[in-house]
């Protein structure tokens, strides 16, 4: 079945750091990647997206590029805030289960000023 | 009202309660999820909901019974629960296919 391994956490860096978050995944066929940010009392909400192979999403400084070949979706920003501080999910929805959306287990990033 | 609301945000009840939370979605969407989000757990999928049919139930106790009346709204009956099931229930929509999901805020429920 799909699978979603992303970098465990807790991360903690100091403001204007670089961030990575590894993400791999296991997956038939073509799946939709994404991460997904939770900030503290809330929901999860989209942070970016890609929905073939070499398409980067981007937004709000972040970025992830989707490497078929090496099954990953790593989320990068070049220099982080304290209000960067929050939950990030890595996700795929694919075949067989269109619709359904399978998670990683969350990184918990800590920005520190 | 936008997006994927949620109410109550906030609910405290004994283990012989029984209460609802609901959950509405103002995105036209065909497809709505119920999740539950424990502290230091993986999030967990409870209910699926596609055209308002149930399409999957992962192995969730009787003590939760879902109900999605129309394409807009879902409930969570809840009766007799152990404070194991004290976390965050989570509401989510999306469009049938390989697309995003949006998430409501959560009813954060504690179980005495």
């Known amino acids: 079945g799909n699978s979603v391994t992303q970098m465990e956490g807790p991360v903690t860096l100091s403001e204007e750091a670089f961030l990575t978050i590894n993400c791999t995944y296991t997956a038939t066929g073509y799946p939709s990647l994404f991460w997904y940010v939770q900030y503290p009392g809330e929901g999860l909400q989209l942070l970016l997206k890609?929905?073939?192979?070499?398409d980067k999403g981007s937004n709000k400084g972040f970025e992830a590029t989707y490497r078929k070949e090496t099954t990953s979706f790593h989320l990068e920003k070049g220099s982080v805030q304290v209000s960067d501080s929050a939950v990030y999910f890595c996700?795929?929805?694919?075949?067989?289960?269109?619709?359904?959306?399978?998670f990683g287990d969350g990184t918990t990033l800590t920005v520190k000023p | 009202e936008t997006g994927v609301t949620q109410t109550p945000r906030h609910l405290v009840m004994g283990m012989t309660n029984k209460k609802s939370l609901k959950c509405e979605q103002h995105?036209?969407?065909?497809?709505m999820y119920w999740y539950k989000q424990s502290a230091k757990k993986p999030l967990e999928l409870m209910f699926v909901y596609s055209l308002e049919e149930r399409v999957e139930n992962n192995s969730v106790p009787s003590r939760f019974s879902p109900e999605c009346p129309n394409s807009s709204h879902l409930f969570l009956h809840l009766h007799t629960l152990q404070p194991e099931d004290s976390a965050l229930y989570l509401c989510a929509s999306s469009q049938e296919g390989y697309n995003e999901q949006f998430f409501g805020p959560g009813t954060r429920l504690t179980v005495l």
């Open positions: 995105l036209g969407h065909n497809a």
């Open positions: 890609a929905t073939k192979a070499d």
């Open positions: 996700a795929l929805s694919g075949f067989p289960n269109a619709g359904k959306s399978t």
